[in-house]
């Protein structure tokens, strides 16, 4: 084991085995960063003024801003299910030989589901990235909450 590994991987995961793994210890390192999101994630996002447009964006989306009025940009890791019931990323979306307008092209955006990550079978996550990642869930869900709570008040 690297003296790297060996020194900076203060992790709570029982098998230092995995430190090896390079998936592991991106996973790692991604979870500990200071824009991971954690427990106090939630707190640092303003309350009042949120969500909102933002000018010179060109589009009409809300977003989460932080209190110097930037987007509000946080890191998780999850798993991308391709496979979901609403998955717009296959070749139909992807291919620019379809004659499509590029210009169109560049404003289309992909939709999938992401799932928390869990451990199955013989992979196994750090600890730190399965808490980050379920936390990120509990995030994106509270935000949601809140977007539509202040949907309904100006209605």
């Not at 590994?5 to 998936?23: A, E, M, V």
């Not at 989460?64 to 987007?71: F, M, Y």
Request: glycine share 6%; with cysteine; aromatic share 8%.
């Amino acid at each position: 084991m690297s003296s790297f590994q060996s020194n900076s991987c203060n992790t709570t995961s029982k098998d230092n085995s995995l430190i090896s793994n390079p998936l592991w210890m991106s996973l790692y390192t991604l979870s500990t960063t200071s824009l991971a999101v954690n427990s106090n994630t939630i707190a640092s996002v303003p309350a009042t003024n949120n969500p909102r447009p933002i000018r010179g964006m060109g589009d009409n989306a809300e977003y989460w801003v932080n209190a110097i009025g930037e987007p509000f940009t946080f890191k998780f890791p999850v798993t991308i299910d391709l496979k979901g019931q609403f998955d717009c990323t296959g070749p139909y979306f992807n291919l620019p030989h379809t004659g499509l307008d590029l210009g169109a092209l560049k404003k289309m955006r992909g939709q999938f589901k992401l799932r928390q990550l869990e451990n199955q079978g013989s992979e196994t996550f750090p600890e730190e990235a399965i808490k980050c990642s379920s936390a990120a869930i509990d995030l994106l869900n509270v935000l949601h909450g809140k977007a539509q709570e202040a949907r309904n008040a100006h209605e």
